[in-house]
């Protein structure tokens, strides 16, 4: 058995630092010799650097559409293997991102991973109510984890994949990309600008029209319906918006226009949040609506988003004009970002503990849905 000791796992980490900082050197002294006038064909190659190694669990379609070619990107990790439910597809991947049929596991073949070095990082893509069994599975094979959003279908799975995480000496991160986008980031910093925020009315709305027989409109894989999926974005840049966890939320479920399909989840909710010092959200999901816009505004100034919440395409303007940013790979940004994280030992931006905040805030909304009464939030 080759189990990755501390040790083993800590000299990898070495050699891969040492070889960012070879490059960045090879960087610096290239750029100073250049300005000698010297003929910069003569300069040696850069080192490489060295990448973790990173498999993708759940070949659906944000795996297949948006991480996998975000993985040709990355910086800091490469694509090495999957896990998948199918071999035949297993190999299609292998063939296509040109891997090792080695790295190709099964849900049930994940503890295996312990035997392989070259694995770093396990990314569940699975539907909502695997995530907890999925990231459990790879803490426990003693890789780091980054886990989709929603981060389980309760808090209670939370804590055990945030324990499991923590006993394994791993890190856990959530797949909120959002935080690795250029406006988003224009939202958190204008937040804590005095001279525009802070931001006390927050609107959004998030959703689309859903059809076709999914695990998304079956509880025990979702966890819920557009809350779950779409109204967790809303969520997520109300916090953001206000730098702050909401103390209260309201809720009321539309009536369903579609019944026989979201027969055990909700078809659209309303809901508010009520933040210390004041601020509220009014927010809005739905899985027969197409709709995606956020909005905070204040005393002195607001930003407006719309679209708010897509891969690209962005359309943001503030209180003193529109926002221009160049295009962002956000998957690439997201996925390189705890890669830094992880190589820097530090706290990931994303981590578990904020997939758990937002479960409580969720479990909070449905609670207060089915309850009609406010509800009082608590995060411990
Ligand atoms: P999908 O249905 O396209 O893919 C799900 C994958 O899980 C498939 O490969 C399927 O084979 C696999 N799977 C394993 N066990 C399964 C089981 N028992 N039942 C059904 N599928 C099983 O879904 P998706 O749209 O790729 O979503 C996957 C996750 O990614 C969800 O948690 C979703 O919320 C999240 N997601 C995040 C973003 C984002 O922007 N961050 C975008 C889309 C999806």
Same mark, same amino acid.
Request: contains cysteine.
């Given at each position: 058995?080759?189990?990755?000791?501390?040790?083993?796992?800590?000299?990898?980490?070495?050699?891969?630092?040492?070889?960012?900082?070879?490059?960045?050197?090879?960087?610096?002294?290239?750029?100073?010799?250049?300005?000698?006038?010297?003929?910069?064909?003569?300069? %040696?190659?850069?080192?490489?650097?060295?990448?973790?190694?990173?498999?993708?669990?759940?070949?659906?379609?944000?795996?297949?559409?948006?991480?996998? %070619?975000?993985?040709?990107?990355?910086?800091?990790?490469?694509? =090495?293997?999957?896990?998948?439910?199918?071999?035949?597809?297993?190999?299609?991947?292998?063939?296509?991102?040109?891997?090792?049929?080695?790295?190709?596991?099964?849900?049930?073949?994940?503890?295996?991973?312990?035997?392989?070095?070259?694995?770093?990082?396990?990314?569940?893509?699975?539907?909502?109510?695997?995530?907890?069994?999925?990231v459990i599975a790879a803490a426990k094979a003693g890789?780091?984890?980054?886990?989709?959003?929603?981060?389980?279908?309760?808090?209670?799975?939370?804590?055990?994949?945030?324990?499991?995480?923590?006993?394994?000496?791993?890190?856990?991160?959530i797949g909120y990309r959002l935080h690795f986008d250029?406006?988003?980031?224009?939202?958190?910093?204008?937040?804590?600008? %005095?001279?525009?925020?802070?931001?006390?009315?927050?609107?959004?709305?998030?959703?689309?029209?859903?059809?076709?027989?999914?695990?998304?409109?079956?509880?025990?894989?979702?966890?819920?319906?557009?809350?779950?999926?779409?109204?967790?974005?809303?969520?997520?840049?109300?916090?953001?918006?206000?730098?702050?966890?909401?103390?209260?939320v309201t809720a009321t479920e539309h009536p369903k226009?579609?019944?026989?399909?979201?027969?055990?989840?909700?078809?659209?909710?309303?809901?508010?949040?009520?933040? %210390?010092?004041?601020?509220?959200?009014?927010?809005?999901?739905?899985?027969?609506?197409?709709?995606?816009?956020?909005?905070?505004?204040?005393?002195?100034?607001?930003?407006?988003?719309?679209?708010?919440?897509?891969?690209?395409?962005?359309?943001?303007?503030?209180?003193?004009?529109?926002?221009?940013?160049?295009?962002?790979?956000?998957?690439?940004?997201?996925?390189?970002?705890?890669?830094?994280?992880?190589?820097?030992?530090?706290?990931?931006?994303?981590?578990?503990?904020?997939?758990?905040?937002?479960?409580? =805030?969720?479990?909070?909304?449905?609670?207060?849905?089915?309850?009609?009464?406010?509800?009082?939030?608590?995060?411990?």
């Amino acid at each position: 058995m080759n189990h990755p000791t501390p040790h083993s796992l800590s000299r990898r980490k070495f050699i891969r630092n040492a070889s960012i900082a070879a490059s960045a050197s090879w960087a610096l002294g290239r750029r100073a010799w250049a300005a000698d006038g010297a003929p910069a064909l003569l300069m %040696p190659a850069p080192p490489p650097i060295k990448k973790y190694g990173l498999v993708l669990a759940g070949l659906g379609s944000y795996a297949n559409g948006m991480l996998a %070619p975000a993985l040709q990107e990355t910086q800091q990790c490469k694509l =090495i293997g999957v896990v998948t439910r199918r071999p035949e597809v297993g190999a299609q991947w292998a063939k296509k991102y040109n891997f090792p049929e080695k790295n190709i596991y099964n849900y049930d073949t994940m503890a295996k991973m312990a035997d392989n070095p070259d694995i770093d990082i396990v990314y569940v893509v699975t539907p909502n109510g695997l995530h907890a069994e999925h990231v459990i599975a790879a803490a426990k094979a003693g890789k780091h984890v980054i886990c989709e959003k929603p981060m389980a279908n309760s808090v209670a799975d939370c804590d055990k994949m945030i324990s499991a995480c923590r006993d394994a000496k791993r890190t856990l991160s959530i797949g909120y990309r959002l935080h690795f986008d250029p406006y988003h980031r224009e939202l958190t910093r204008l937040a804590r600008d %005095p001279g525009v925020g802070p931001f006390t009315k927050i609107s959004g709305e998030n959703g689309f029209t859903l059809n076709g027989d999914q695990w998304r409109i079956h509880h025990p894989l979702s966890g819920g319906g557009p809350l779950m999926d779409m109204g967790i974005y809303v969520v997520h840049a109300a916090c953001m918006a206000t730098n702050a966890n909401p103390i209260a939320v309201t809720a009321t479920e539309h009536p369903k226009t579609r019944p026989n399909i979201f027969v055990d989840v909700e078809e659209a909710l309303d809901w508010t949040m009520e933040f %210390p010092g004041g601020a509220v959200a009014t927010c809005q999901t739905s899985y027969v609506k197409n709709y995606g816009h956020f909005r905070a505004e204040g005393a002195k100034g607001w930003i407006d988003f719309q679209p708010a919440f897509g891969y690209n395409g962005l359309k943001v303007t503030t209180s003193t004009g529109p926002l221009d940013f160049p295009p962002t790979n956000q998957q690439a940004k997201h996925m390189d970002g705890i890669c830094q994280s992880i190589a820097e030992g530090k706290a990931s931006i994303v981590p578990g503990e904020m997939g758990r905040r937002d479960m409580v =805030i969720i479990e909070g909304i449905y609670a207060a849905a089915q309850s009609g009464k406010r509800v009082e939030l608590k995060y411990s």
